[in-house]
Nanobody, 122 residues
Framework: QVQLVESGGGLVQTGGSLRLSCAAS????????MGWFRQAPERTRDIVAS???????YYTESVKGRFTISRDNAKNTTYLQMSSLQPEDTAVYYC????????????????WGQGTQVTVSS
């Protein structure tokens, strides 16, 4: 059974930083694509960033230059370093995993974490 457990969310002021972590178990982490998605109230769940098993990355336009996705295959963990946070980054952030190549649509992902709240105050 796949388990994805996010941590690192919280309340931060505009311009601040947070690092999210996602610890994975029950899957072949080294061959999985890992993604971070976010969902604000009354909005759809959208891709933030994704990293393939080989290290290829994707970022949605609004976070380029501010967020960095990474993975540590030895620890079965993926990270999302978020800097220069803005109020519009406020959302629940979800970690997701899929077998195979990098994709950016939520429906392409097989497993999901429970989410962690990120709130950026203005």
């Amino acid at each position: 059974q796949v388990q994805l457990v996010e941590s690192g969310g919280g309340l931060v002021q505009t311009g601040g930083s947070l690092r999210l972590s996602c610890a994975a178990s029950g899957l072949t982490f080294g061959s999985s694509t890992m993604g971070w998605f976010r969902q604000a109230p009354e909005r759809t769940r959208d891709i933030v960033a994704s990293i393939s098993w080989s290290g290829n990355t994707y970022y949605t336009e609004s976070v380029k230059g501010r967020f960095t996705i990474s993975r540590d295959n030895a620890k079965n963990t993926t990270y999302l370093q978020m800097s220069s946070l803005q109020p519009e980054d406020t959302a629940v952030y979800y970690c997701a995993a899929r077998r195979g190549i990098l994709k950016i649509t939520p429906t392409a992902y097989d497993s999901w974490g429970q989410g962690t709240q990120v709130t950026v105050s203005s």
